[in-house]
């Protein structure tokens, strides 16, 4: 019985020293990923793209508002 209980206290020991090193390697990548998306070149593509979300963005808005004029015109 002795055993089984220092076997799951190893098995918790190893998995909380992993997710300790995931966190720190996640946590040491994460302002490099930062500054690497911090790209201050907006080219051609770029803008584009922006434009593409801000249009995806407004046609949502628009189904959203017209989702609302309808459900106030079937619920007055």
């Given amino acids: 019985m002795k055993g089984s ?3 799951r206290t ?3 020991d190893s998995i909380t020293k992993r997710v ?3 966190v ?3 946590a040491m990548t994460t302002p490099i990923f930062a500054l690497v998306a911090c790209d201050t070149n907006s080219g051609p593509a ?3 793209g922006e ?3 801000d249009a995806a ?3 949502g808005d628009a189904i ?3 989702a609302d004029e309808v459900d106030d015109a079937i619920d007055p």
Avoid: P, S, Y
């Fill in 10 to 12: 190893q098995t918790e």
């Fill in 64 to 66: 959203d508002d017209a």
């Fill in 24 to 26: 720190t390697i996640a």
């Fill in 5 to 7: 209980f220092m076997k």
């Fill in 51 to 53: 434009a593409i979300d």
């Fill in 57 to 59: 963005d407004n046609v």
């Fill in 20 to 22: 300790l090193q995931i």
């Fill in 46 to 48: 770029e803008e584009a």
